[in-house]
DNA sequence: CACCATTATGAGCAATCATTCAGTTCTTGC
DNA sequence: GCAAGAACTGAATGATTGCTCATAATGGTG
């Protein structure tokens, strides 16, 4: 894995102050891409709402970019984390159960802070380091949700790799779209409906 | 239809060179945005490409956001002009495929030019214009795949509309995605894989 | 040709921002 | 309690960029 060093912390704290500063720097950086964007969220405007000066910042990240890389490394942690949490529990008993389940992670991770999802999703290609990161989650995805497919007998697709691929792109796409724009529409009926697409296309 | 005057071109061109001009840096925005993305395209940048100097670019256009706007509302109405054009063929004899038709339909459309598509997408919301255009056309073209959908006998799904938007919202979104992310993904099988999905959900 | 509206030019202004660094304050270990 | 390093500060810098405007060139018209 190359680490660009233009994109990672320059020091590494060793007092519990510096901990608590690049902390407060992070979660204000959060709130000002989420409020104002990218472009317009300004390293001063981060600096400002963690009430911290530049100058901290800027020993802690060595540039804007290094601060949206290690958010969004964050969330894609945290992703992973519920994911191989929703692993171990039970499967359910059949294949439109594991679609529901599917959707339904979906929308709730989606609910949380759509704006701010929005923002990496838009900065994500100017990181090759960060893409290289994202194409490898999905891929596990993707292979992980094949093996779950595998076990149910009523699915009848013959390319199970291609229909894995297409329905967490559809979950994730659908659902991104229809929640982060303001487009009144039913949850539960959005939920209902994928899931019902999903199976019969499955189990046809 | 409230036009904001800081996005419409200040003046008509009313010699033969002036239109010739517009064009130009029309041409010459949608290839610097292509290659730089909207930040890094710098009206200079565009001015230069079009061969034309920044100052006559102002003459047409009040700001930046003008010029992409201009670009996406080209975009819009030649889809448009698209899709009705499309109407007055035949109809296919089976939902299947009417599918094929529109899946066909929108992978053809993101072929053309993906990065100028990812630019107009991700710069989209900053312009209320915009929105409502764009929503607006999604409105009239949900319903038009609604009415399209009612024609068919073996469509058996109660609701007709959220089918509709399920449809259209997964083709736009699927098919951007994967044309536009350099995944290697054999674009006959997504088709085809797209076509059977809707086609058993719609007639399940 | 002569006149004027239209169009074109591009140096430079003003504003914004990421980033630096010299100096100050705080913590820790002895 | 005192050095020495760690952490913090914020005015200043330098670079970028959207945009203006005074001036020049061009085209149409009588």
Redesign the pocket.
């Known amino acids: 894995m190359s680490r660009d060093p ?1 994109l990672h912390p320059r ?12 902390r407060r720097i992070l979660e204000a950086a959060a709130q000002v891409f989420t409020e104002y964007g ?10 400002e709402y ?17 601060i949206l890389l290690e958010l969004m490394l964050a969330h894609l942690d945290s992703g992973e984390e519920e994911a191989t949490r929703r692993q171990t529990g039970e499967l359910p008993g059949t294949a439109e159960g594991l679609m529901r389940l599917f959707v339904q992670a979906a929308i709730a991770n989606h609910l949380e802070d759509p704006r701010l999802l929005r923002v990496m999703v838009e900065q994500a290609p100017r990181s090759p380091e960060l893409l290289q990161r994202v194409y490898q989650f999905k891929n596990e995805r993707n292979a992980h949700t094949r093996d779950l497919l595998r076990r149910y007998r009523e699915v009848r697709v013959s390319d199970l790799e291609t229909a894995a691929r297409i329905i967490n792109a559809t979950i994730e796409l659908v659902v991104h779209q229809v929640v982060a724009e303001h487009e009144p529409i039913d949850l539960q009926r959005l939920e209902d409906e994928l899931v019902a697409m999903f199976t019969r296309y499955l189990t046809a």
Chains 1, 2 share one sequence.
């Not at 990218?38 to 600096?47: C, D, E, F, Q, V």
Request: hydrophobic fraction near 30%.
């Open positions: 233009r020091k590494q704290p060793r007092q519990v102050r510096a901990e608590l500063t690049r990218y472009a317009a969220g300004t390293t001063n405007r981060i600096a963690a009430g911290v000066s530049i100058g901290s910042l800027y020993q802690y990240y060595p540039n804007k970019d290094a």
